[in-house]
């Protein structure tokens, strides 16, 4: 399918359930000549996400490594640096085993003080790692929105890839979390943005819905054409 929408590069999401297959979509990969760019990671460095990176090593892939974080949105002082140092434990041991075989991590936006720009910044520079960047995503960063051009510029010495999705104004708070590109009124805006602020590294699109991916991820590049357009 990607193959046949001329996507060659892709970010790989998974549950439980597909463990048993992942080196069976690796081979596919490659046979289709598709790149693994990134792969959306275990939050510890468990046993999960041992065997992944020797699965990776095995052979010899190079993904982003996605990794979440959370935490309250409003601390004390003295929370936040409790928090931080956790965090820097926490994601430091997947770092490190990651650069290990090459990889980079992108700490990954999915809400809470984790989500805030300015902490996701203070996140990256406490690590101290030079494999350690940020993947912003714009479905879970509506709160942002009205200050998108500042978060950008905030993050861009740091960006590694920036996800977009069709865009409205407090989205999230009438179903409108994840839109098509182009059903969103906030698109064309949201893209001159992103082309005004320099940014020139990846950009991804997702499905993340119950609908078919094909027919997701063809009204989507069919939607960024139209809001690029000159």
Not at 28 to 41: C, R, T
Not at 118 to 146: D, W
Not at 176 to 199: A, H, M, P, Q, T
């Amino acid at each position: 399918m990607l193959k046949e929408l001329k996507i060659s590069k892709f970010a790989y999401d998974y549950r439980a359930e597909h463990i048993p297959t992942f080196e069976r979509e690796i081979q596919a990969l490659k046979e289709n000549g598709i790149e693994l760019s990134a792969w959306w990671f275990p939050t510890q460095l468990n046993p999960e996400a041992k065997s992944i990176l020797e699965l990776l090593a095995k052979h010899q892939l190079k993904p982003q490594l996605w990794v979440m974080g959370s935490g309250k949105r409003t601390m004390t002082p003295e929370e936040e640096n409790q928090f931080v140092a956790s965090e820097v434990a926490r994601i430091g041991a997947i770092a490190d085993a990651a650069n290990a075989i090459g990889c980079k991590v992108g700490l990954y936006n999915h809400g809470g003080w984790f989500g805030v720009p300015e902490n996701m910044v203070r996140m990256v520079r406490e690590l101290k790692r030079p494999n350690v960047g940020i993947v912003y995503n714009l479905h879970h960063a509506h709160e942002e929105l009205a200050r998108l051009p500042e978060v950008l510029q905030l993050l861009k010495p740091y960006l590694l890839v920036l996800n977009v999705n069709g865009m409205e104004t407090a989205g999230d708070q009438v179903g409108k979390k994840i839109l098509v590109i182009g059903e969103g009124n906030r698109d064309r805006w949201v893209f001159e943005v992103i082309s005004k602020s320099g940014y020139e590294g990846p950009i991804g699109i997702l499905n993340h819905t119950n609908e078919d991916a094909r027919t997701r991820l063809e009204a989507n590049l069919k939607g960024l054409r139209q809001v690029t357009a000159n």
